[in-house]
C-alpha cells in the first residue's frame, strides 16, 4: 500500500526557512506525482505545489510561487519542500499527497490525490 510521511516542520521566524521531507513508498513505479497541501486552523486545505511524474513539470499556487521550491529524488523516494521567504500566513499543517499517474504535468486540487500523509507543523512566527 501507498505511505507518505512528513517530517521537517517546526517553527521559524518570518523570513526564515524550512524543508520538508516526503517519504515515500509503495509506489510500483516511478509514475507517480506528489503534491503538497496545507491547512490552516479554521481554514480550508489548500494546494501548494506539485511535480508530475519522473521529476516531470511543477506548479505553484501564487501565494508561494519564487518562495518555495519542490524536489524529488526518485532513487531515495524522497519528495522535498524548501520554503523560502517564510511568512505568518504560511503557518499551516502542511500535507503530501501522491497518486498514480504518467503525466508530466500535476494539479493542486485536492481530489486529484489518492493518498495522504499525517501532516507536519509549520509555524512561522517571531
Known amino acids: 500500500q501507498v505511505q507518505l510521511v512528513e517530517s521537517g516542520g517546526g517553527l521559524v521566524q518570518p523570513g526564515g526557512s524550512l524543508r520538508l521531507s516526503c517519504a515515500v513508498s509503495?509506489?510500483?513505479?516511478?509514475?507517480?506525482?506528489i503534491g503538497w497541501f496545507r491547512q490552516a486552523p479554521g481554514k480550508e486545505r489548500e494546494g501548494v505545489l506539485c511535480?508530475?511524474?519522473?521529476?516531470?513539470?511543477?506548479r505553484y499556487a501564487d501565494s508561494v510561487r519564487g518562495r518555495f521550491t519542490i524536489s524529488r529524488d526518485n532513487a531515495k523516494n524522497m519528495v522535498y519542500l524548501q520554503m523560502n521567504s517564510l511568512k505568518p500566513e504560511d503557518t499551516a499543517v502542511y500535507y503530501c499527497?501522491?497518486?498514480?499517474?504518467?503525466?508530466?504535468?500535476?494539479?493542486?486540487?485536492?481530489?486529484?490525490?489518492?493518498?495522504w500523509g499525517q501532516g507536519t507543523q509549520v509555524t512561522v512566527s517571531s
Open positions: 499527497a501522491g497518486r498514480y499517474g504518467t503525466t508530466w504535468y500535476c494539479g493542486i486540487q485536492r481530489n486529484e490525490y489518492d493518498y
Open positions: 509503495g509506489f510500483t513505479s516511478d509514475y507517480y506525482g
Open positions: 511535480i508530475g511524474s519522473r521529476n516531470g513539470s511543477t
